[in-house]
């Protein structure tokens, strides 16, 4: 079974749960590792049609206590005794490297997960509204930005975990498996997960996309297959923002994992890797 979760939000940011009730869920779930990973706050001018910038960066002192409690206490749950860690989720914003640097060095976190939710100004998954109507090619245009986005984050050595890879997809799904079908669109995927792997870090599998309305698991098939031919580090996420989907859908992850040959996933405290079977 999976037995870490490393992306996990709270009600600091956009979730509904406590740190606690997050670490109670781990325990339910059988986990004996739970990595939160909070958003960072963003500078003014990234924002969302419902920003919760003010109450992260006012709760985030709240937020570092009571992860760093938990971690310090570790309880007994169904599989024995469930660990805690120390993250951040950071967003790879354009023009904002000097931004990111300083908040990646702001605390002592146990790794940091790198992810890209805008191109240029625009929160891309904000909504469907602005995907709707969008031709094959403008949705193309979004794709390519979006990946090179992806790689400039993973060639700045800030992170230690790839959050959900092809985010993307959320609101046009078919017209991006129609792009990830281009050899060009391979090649490129192909550069950032070699990127990936020279700079020691892990490809996220999540279930989120589940959740979600394209209905797949991050990262498609095809870009699973690259990843193997590569012999990536994988982690395993569930992005969970509220208690009940803490380790959401693993038993699938995991299956799904293992149909393109992965058998190992990996953690990461204080920056070291480390690996584990599943």
Not at 30 to 39: A, Q
Not at 197 to 213: C, D, H
Not at 246 to 275: C, I, N, P, Q, T
Request: glycine share 8%.
């Amino acid at each position: 079974m999976i037995s870490c979760d490393l992306h996990v939000h709270t009600c600091y940011s956009h979730g509904r749960d406590t740190p606690a009730a997050m670490y109670a869920a781990a325990l339910e779930r059988g986990l004996t590792l739970v990595g939160f990973s909070e958003h960072s706050p963003r500078p003014p001018g990234f924002d969302y049609a419902h920003e919760y910038r003010e109450h992260l960066t006012r709760h985030l002192p709240d937020y570092e206590r009571e992860v760093l409690a938990l971690k310090a206490a570790p309880r007994e749950g169904v599989n024995g005794l469930c660990n805690a860690l120390y993250g951040m989720e950071m967003d790879w914003l354009d023009g904002q490297e000097a931004f990111t640097l300083a908040a990646c060095r702001a605390n002592d976190f146990d790794y940091l997960v790198g992810s890209v939710h805008f191109i240029g100004r625009w929160g891309f998954d904000d909504g469907k509204g602005p995907w709707e109507g969008l031709s094959q090619e403008e949705c193309e245009v979004h794709y390519t930005a979006y990946f090179a986005a992806w790689e400039a984050m993973l060639r700045s050595g800030c992170f230690s975990i790839a959050a959900h890879p092809d985010l993307i997809k959320i609101f046009s799904v078919d017209q991006f498996h129609v792009w990830l079908d281009k050899p060009q669109s391979q090649a490129m995927l192909r550069r950032a997960l070699s990127v990936l792997k020279t700079r020691g870090m892990s490809m996220e599998i999540s279930s989120a996309g589940l959740r979600k309305p394209c209905s797949e698991i991050y990262p498609a098939p095809r870009i699973m297959r690259i990843a193997a031919e590569l012999n990536l580090p994988v982690s395993f996420a569930s992005d969970a923002h509220r208690a009940e989907d803490v380790a959401g859908d693993f038993v699938h992850l995991a299956a799904y994992a293992r149909s393109f040959g992965f058998a190992r996933h990996v953690f990461f405290e204080k920056g070291k890797m480390r690996e584990l079977g599943f």
